[in-house]
């Protein structure tokens, strides 16, 4: 695993990915805020969920967080992403989807949670996104949140789509900074832990 990893335009990258996430917190406060929802007071945690992850700027500004950690503490999140991705692999053997807490999780919170990927971020909510061949895919958020909008008269609904397409774009010009082709992303929290940063062959 490279230690160090090298991305051109990094920082500039990544501060553009801050504000991405920014405006989508914006956003989900105000979702969340008219349904009621409130994470704190939460009875249960969407952390189990089983997601993959499709970009290399999330990877790597994920792992550019990690990389400020003392080394036993990221140590310890390795481990844990370790021992997730046998369970993991257990499950998928057995046909079951994989219902495992998040390596990053620690006692029912995110330790990375200023570096947690966007769907992490968007989860929570009603939210919907426009697929570029048109169709509208429509998620109802995590089942305290469907529980939640029963009460209100008129359920909130965030529009994901302007955020996968600036995701889009910071990931093309992420990619166009490579040398190289990259290979599709297609990976679990705990893939990309365990497989260390992604590695690029690009200058600063
Ligand atoms: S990265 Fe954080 S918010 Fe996302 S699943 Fe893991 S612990 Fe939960
Ligand atoms: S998003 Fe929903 S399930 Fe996840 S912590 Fe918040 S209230 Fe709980």
Redesign the pocket.
């Known amino acids: 695993m490279s230690k160090d990893f090298k991305i051109s335009g990094r920082d500039n990258l990544f501060s553009q990915l801050e504000g991405l996430y920014a405006r989508i917190q914006e956003q989900y406060d105000l979702t969340a805020g008219s349904i009621g929802?409130d994470?704190r007071a939460?009875p249960?945690?969407?952390c189990l969920s089983y997601f993959q992850h499709h970009t290399y700027i999330e990877w790597a500004y994920l792992w550019h967080g990690l990389m400020k950690l003392p080394k036993e503490t990221r140590e310890s999140y390795l481990q844990k992403a370790r021992d997730y991705l046998v369970q993991q692999d257990r499950c998928l053997r057995e046909g079951r989807t994989p219902e495992i807490m998040c390596p990053l999780n620690v006692r029912g919170l995110c330790s990375m949670y200023g570096y947690r990927l966007m769907i992490c971020r968007l989860?929570?909510v009603p939210n919907q996104v426009k697929m570029p061949d048109g169709s509208l895919r429509k998620f109802p958020g995590?089942?305290?949140?469907q529980r939640k909008s029963r009460e209100v008269s008129r359920i909130p609904v965030l529009d994901r789509t302007p955020y996968y397409i600036r995701l889009v774009e910071l990931e093309r010009k992420l990619r166009k900074g490579s040398a190289r082709t990259l290979p599709k992303v297609d990976l679990t929290l705990a893939e990309m832990l365990v497989k260390g940063p992604p590695e690029f062959s690009i200058d600063q």
């Open positions: 929802l994470c939460c249960d945690n969407c989860h929570g995590c089942i305290v949140c």
